[in-house]
């Protein structure tokens, strides 16, 4: 319990030590001096003035908050860069982000783990489905251009469609931060939009980890990563088991590059500074590139353990092919007119900016096939008018020699 008549008294002190006035304090601090009076007469100041009297003081927020100075000879945790009691003050903050009304939720922040009902009456045969997730170097993108709360779209969004396209219902989320400091600003930022993309995802966010390693990371710089809890009905599971010869094969338009392709972006930036500047499809090439991951959960949804759906794959890291392979069973494969992909121009852009071939590009990049969905031939039209203007038709399933077969050329003046 913080003793705030102590506080108060060791600021005031502390003020007086300096040789200030409570004015001159109010000016250095940006705030009124009637401010400064009441955190002398035991009102607690904000987080992030808590903050600034440090820094004026010289001090830790630690010794701000339990009224007394340490000693300089003996070692803390606040001197080695986490002050504990600055960290509890944020995770106060972080209560209005996480206030749910999912009546499955138990409890909120501040116990050891959360507690989360998994009695599912309407689903036979529960199985949870479990994914881990992380933004990539796009999250390094995002500290350097401001898009923090962005980014957080993009881990969500990605992580619920690697449940949704095993035919499972997202449920609840745990997120972990790692920084090199805690900064109250940016870590509730992240909080917020991961939280907000839960709900758009309809799922909750029941809690996680604020990791803070000083001496691992540096001052700045942040690490996201998050872990789903999905369910689905053991008979409905959608693992491409149901595949056969003469299906269809569906694509879900992306947005952009999604969450992959980004080293290589990076790349293309340093040794390319100029194409910061240039615009693309109407708007700025970082706005471009930093669009959020698109979220297929809430077009697939009604959709799921429908049987007419035999397989589907989330289009990331190793492209169309590297993906969709991955549903495909033994002796049959995907045959995709490159020709029919609703390529964008910001993909023409990099492929041109950097001299990429096709291969590299289709290898790298999703180029704007962001979810596939391998259907019954019988019922493609049905599936397509579910989906809406989004979807459209690639190829179809084939006896081949491989899982995979490309034909035509990408259009690139899409």
Not at 266 to 276: A, F, N, Y
Not at 350 to 378: H, K, P, Y
Request: hydrophobic fraction near 40%; aromatic fraction near 6%; include cysteine.
């Amino acid at each position: 319990m913080l003793d705030t008549s102590r506080i108060a008294a060791f600021i005031a002190a502390k003020r007086r030590s300096l040789g200030l006035t409570q004015t001159d304090m109010a000016e250095r601090l940006g705030v009124s001096f009637q401010s400064v009076s009441k955190w002398e007469n035991g009102t607690l100041p904000n987080v992030e003035y808590l903050i600034a009297l440090a820094s004026l003081f010289d001090l830790t927020v630690d010794e701000i908050l339990a009224g007394r100075e340490k000693d300089d000879e003996h070692f803390s945790y606040s001197k080695a860069g986490v002050n504990i009691s600055y960290t509890d003050a944020i995770k106060r903050e972080m209560r209005t982000c996480l206030q749910s009304s999912d009546p499955r939720v138990l409890n909120g922040v501040g116990p050891f783990a959360s507690l989360y009902d998994i009695s599912f009456p309407g689903i036979a045969d529960p199985v949870l489905v479990l994914k881990a997730e992380e933004p990539g170097s796009k999250q390094k993108l995002a500290m350097e251009y401001g898009y923090a709360e962005s980014v957080c779209h993009d881990m969500i969004n990605h992580l619920v469609n690697d449940i949704a396209v095993m035919g499972a219902r997202p449920l609840a989320v745990l997120d972990t931060i790692v920084c090199g400091a805690a900064e109250k600003d940016t870590i509730v930022t992240f909080v917020k939009g991961i939280s907000d993309a839960c709900r758009e995802n309809e799922c909750t966010l029941v809690g996680g980890e604020t990791s803070i390693q000083p001496s691992v990371i540096d001052r700045g710089l942040y690490i996201l990563t998050s872990t789903v809890a999905g369910i689905a009905s053991r008979s409905r599971i959608v693992d491409g088991s149901k595949i056969r010869p003469g299906d269809a094969v569906l694509a879900l338009a992306s947005n952009g590059l999604h969450t992959n392709g980004y080293s290589l972006v990076r790349l293309l930036m340093d040794r390319m500074p100029q194409i910061k500047l240039e615009r693309v499809d109407g708007l700025p090439f970082i706005e471009q590139i930093m669009k959020p991951h698109t979220a297929y959960y809430p077009m697939v949804k009604s959709l799921l353990g429908d049987p007419a759906i035999h397989g589907m794959a989330h289009i990331t890291g190793g492209g169309i092919e590297g993906n969709l392979r991955r549903i495909i069973p033994d002796g049959i494969g995907a045959d995709i007119d490159l020709a029919k992909l609703r390529t964008l121009p910001i993909f023409s852009f990099i492929r041109q900016a950097g001299l990429i071939g096709d291969d590299e590009m289709l290898s790298t990049f999703n180029c704007g096939a962001g979810l596939i969905l391998v259907v019954s031939s019988g019922e493609k039209a049905r599936i397509m008018r579910a989906l809406g203007k989004a979807c459209y038709e690639i190829g179809s399933i084939r006896e081949l020699g491989r899982k995979v077969a490309f034909r035509g050329r990408i259009d690139w003046r899409a």
